[in-house]
């Protein structure tokens, strides 16, 4: 074993975040498994794409071959699953794929986690990781005045996506309680932050903001969600990576309650002073609200003080400035932009296969 960690999903919003991030610290090798579906972007990495350190990988979490091979071959430390299908929407009208990657797929993942680990000599055993990302959405909904969700709060998912990232989290616990396999598992809040595929509230506002189209609000815009940055979220991975206690839980959150309303009148109000409309009109103009999502939870909210007074991890961005630099790092980006909007990115990716 050695210093090598196998991410999965590292080609999406977040997993790419956090591969970008570990690579620059210099904490590592990185092996990436990603199966590269829409939401996974090979351009979201390009920086990193002749990186001594890192190797990716085409496949899917739930190929057993493929994950015993990268296993035995590159001796992890630690695996990291990021994999996942994570949109809401798609899950509600089409869940399938949901089931297959985050239920199914985890369970392969888990099982090859096992045999991997039951092979390793004792010392080696004590130091392994399986590091589970999952979200605030399984514990359900809250109403207005209920305290945030804490560890121990019992789970209750509303949508078929909370669902399966609930079934995918019971069975990591579950692999840590009969096998012993030393899992984490970490219940993050909304991410923002830069490569966020445009189909979530802030990149699809911000990017329908600047094409002058309506930016859609669901029901009356009142639902109110926690909002971090991903590279904070980010630190809090490798943080619990590092420290955290084999077989707990850690709620991470930004502590930024915030109605889905304000979150995009604000976007508006940073884009009219970095970017102003042509006819001198705020980007509120553009604000349409639209029927809700069914079964649409009406607020989350995190307590993420477990993490904070165990391993001492607090967030660096506010909401302000964070909103600030995503919306900064929109506008330069450009070219990401485009090509994910036009698909450019998919046939960018046939491209690099073809060549490779
Ligand atoms: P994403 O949809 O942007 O990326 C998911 C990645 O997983 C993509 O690169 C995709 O190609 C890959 N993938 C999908 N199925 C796969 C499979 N079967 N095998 C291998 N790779 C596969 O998602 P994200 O927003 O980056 O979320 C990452 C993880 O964090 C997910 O587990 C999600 O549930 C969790 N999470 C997300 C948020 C958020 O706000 N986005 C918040 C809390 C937790």
């Known amino acids: 074993m050695n210093n090598t960690i196998l991410v999965t999903g590292g080609a999406g919003f977040i997993g790419a975040n956090f591969v970008l991030d570990w690579l620059a610290a210099g904490l590592g090798r990185v092996v990436n498994l990603d199966k590269l579906t829409y939401a996974g972007n090979l351009q979201n990495l390009q920086d990193v794409a002749q990186h001594p350190d890192h190797v990716f990988v085409h496949g899917d979490i739930g190929d057993r071959a493929l994950v ?54 004792t010392s080696e055993q004590g130091a392994f990781r ?139 109000d940073i884009l009219d002073s970095l970017q102003p409309r042509k006819d001198g009109q705020s980007y509120r103009e553009q604000i349409t609200f639209v029927k809700d999502r069914p079964g649409h939870d009406r607020r989350y909210a995190i307590d993420a003080s477990k993490l904070y007074s165990e391993l001492g991890w607090k967030p660096q961005e506010s909401f302000e400035t964070g909103i600030r630099k995503t919306v900064a790092w929109y506008l330069e980006h450009q070219d990401w932009v485009e090509n994910v909007n036009s698909g450019e990115y998919r046939r960018w990716l046939d491209q690099h296969y073809a060549e490779s």
């Open 130 to 268: 399986f590091l589970h990302v999952s979200t605030d959405e399984v514990y359900g909904t809250l109403a207005a005045h209920d305290p945030a969700f804490t560890e121990t709060k019992p789970y209750a998912p509303n949508s078929p996506y909370s669902a399966s990232k609930a079934a995918s989290d019971h069975l990591v616990r579950a692999y840590q309680h009969t096998y012993g396999l030393p899992t984490l598992t970490t219940n993050c809040s909304n991410n923002y932050g830069p490569y966020h595929f445009p189909e979530k509230l802030i990149p699809l506002c911000l990017l329908n903001a600047l094409a002058g189209k309506p930016l859609p609000i669901y029901g009356d815009g009142q639902q109110i969600r926690d909002w971090l940055y991903v590279k904070d979220h980010c630190s809090a991975i490798r943080r619990v990576l590092e420290a955290g206690r084999v077989g707990e839980t850690y709620n991470v959150g930004g502590w930024n309650e915030k109605a889905n309303l304000d979150v995009v009148q604000l976007l508006c």
């Open 68 to 121: 015993a091979k990268l296993l035995a071959e590159h001796k992890p430390r630690a695996i990291l699953n990021f994999a996942a299908e994570s949109h809401v929407d798609r899950s509600i009208h089409g869940p399938e794929d949901f089931i297959q990657t985050n239920v199914v797929g985890t369970f392969h993942l888990l099982e090859e986690a096992r045999h991997y680990w039951s092979s390793l000599d």
